[in-house]
Antibody, heavy 124, light 110 residues
């Protein structure tokens, strides 16, 4: 079955760190760019970060640049999001999402498979 | 404030047609292909339209998309109660060098 399964969310204090994981199955992981998209409670979707299939090219939104790092381990079919210096405004459900090309995560830019999401709560 | 602008809500009766607009600029809707997603609250988004007007397998032809430059449109015909959800548009922004989404449009089928 083709699926994405996020894990690693939880409650963390402001200024703390967390690492999210997304386990992919049912498709050849390395041949697809991947992204993280988040959704704050009661709010819309917000793109966070993207990485190409080989893992050598990444992009991140200005709101997380310098604090979050996207990476992948193609030998483990797993996508990661290392989140440092967390803020209250980072509280959201974080979705892992699959794109449709390998080498360029910016074109085409759309997501044909989403995980169920993992909730990150930043609060003291 | 989202980079892409969508109406907060639309409504129509079962069987009717509804349109949802997604207004952007030359650096996103005007330069990139628009995609549309459907999200029932509490669940993950699902791809409805990609490449402005293409449907993934399994999406009925009641759903269609178009892009006329800096504005994209999602059209849903033959509305069903199961279509009630929030709909989002998305595109890559070549100026921001990042992905952008609309704020979402809640569809109510009366």
């Amino acid at each position: 079955e083709v699926q994405l399964l996020e894990s690693g969310g939880g409650l963390v204090q402001p200024g703390g760190s967390l690492r999210l994981s997304c386990a992919a199955s049912g498709f050849t992981f390395i041949t697809y760019a991947m992204s993280w998209v988040r959704q704050a409670p009661g709010r819309g979707l917000e793109w966070v970060s993207s990485i190409n299939g080989p893992g050598g090219s990444t992009y991140s939104s200005d709101s997380v640049k310098g604090r979050f790092t996207i990476s992948r381990d193609n030998s483990k079919n797993t996508l990661y999001l290392q989140m440092n210096f967390l803020r209250a405004e980072d509280t959201a459900v974080y979705y892992c999402a699959k794109q449709t090309e390998a080498y360029d995560s910016t074109w085409p830019w759309y997501f044909d498979l989403w995980g169920r999401g993992t909730l990150v709560t930043v609060s003291s | 404030q989202s980079v892409l602008t969508q109406p907060p809500s639309v409504s129509a009766a079962p069987g009717q047609r509804v349109t949802i607009s997604c207004s952007g600029g030359s650096s996103n809707v005007g330069s990139s292909h628009v995609s549309w997603y459907h999200q029932v609250p509490g669940t993950a988004p699902r791809l409805l339209i990609y490449g402005n007007d293409k449907r993934p397998s399994g999406i009925p032809d009641r759903f269609s998309g178009s892009n006329s430059g800096t504005s994209a449109t999602l059209v849903i015909t033959g509305l069903q109660t199961g279509d009630e959800a929030v709909y989002y548009c998305g595109a890559w922004d070549v100026s921001l060098i990042g992905g952008v989404f609309g704020g979402g449009t809640r569809l109510t089928v009366l």
